[in-house]
């Protein structure tokens, strides 16, 4: 069971949500606006948050970068539902931090399959330190090094370069890297990834080229 927090002013959609989410074994807690949001996450923080892209007090995507900048909560999950179905729109809500989307109208079978799959990859056991030689990633922190020096990433380029490590020497396809870091079935994936690899490579120095592209396949680092 887990705690999932859902942020949705529409009354009927969110009752669909809080009852499908329930009744899958959850325990779950709902609100109208990013205000009462805050102040019960101040109490306690959940294990998935279901946001809404538009609020009568803030947008979805505000609320996601204010998770992400907090140390207490930038790693909890976060999947948005979205009317907005364009690619620009998806794109701004997966760089603001989001994990996975859902668009509107949904069916309560998709909902509760994005929810369960986000909570599995986000539950599955973590270590607490990775190594690449001289990179080091402190999972427990949510920090990077290399050469002992602090690396400053997004949350989306640290998830990247967390899997490329995990999975080093491996040849990871588009598919894949879309599944574990963004989330399923999204449709921008060839132009998010490409760009979110050049900035990491850029970030990471010597070691940035140690990314090496597949051609027609994805990524691999070495």
């Known amino acids: ?54 609020l009568p007090d803030e947008t979805g995507n505000e609320i996601t970068r204010k998770l992400r900048n907090h140390s207490d909560t930038r790693n909890v999950p976060v999947i948005m539902v979205t009317a907005k179905t364009s690619e620009l729109d998806l794109v701004k809500g997966m760089e603001d931090g989001a994990d996975d989307y859902i668009k509107k109208p949904f069916s309560v079978m998709e909902l509760i399959a994005r929810v369960k799959a986000l909570l599995r990859r986000t539950k599955a056991e973590e270590v607490k330190e990775i190594k690449l ?45 879309m599944d574990h870091v963004w989330g399923i079935d999204y449709a921008g994936e060839s132009r998010t990834i490409d760009m979110h690899v050049k900035t990491l490579r850029k970030k990471l120095g010597d070691y940035g080229t140690r990314i090496k592209t597949i051609r027609n396949v994805g990524y691999v680092i070495e």
């Open 133 to 177: 030689d001289e990179l080091v990633i402190n999972k427990e922190k949510h920090e990077v090094f290399v050469q002992g020096k602090t690396i400053e990433l997004t949350y989306k380029e640290y998830e990247l370069l967390s899997y490329f490590i995990v999975n080093k020497g491996i040849v990871l396809s588009r598919a894949s890297i």
């Open 1 to 54: 069971m887990a705690l999932i927090y859902i942020i949705e002013d529409d009354d009927s959609i969110r009752e669909i949500e809080e009852f499908a989410l329930s009744n899958a074994g959850h325990k779950v807690l709902g609100f109208t606006c990013a205000k009462d949001f805050y102040k019960k996450i101040e109490e306690v923080i959940p294990d998935l948050c279901l946001i809404d892209l538009m």
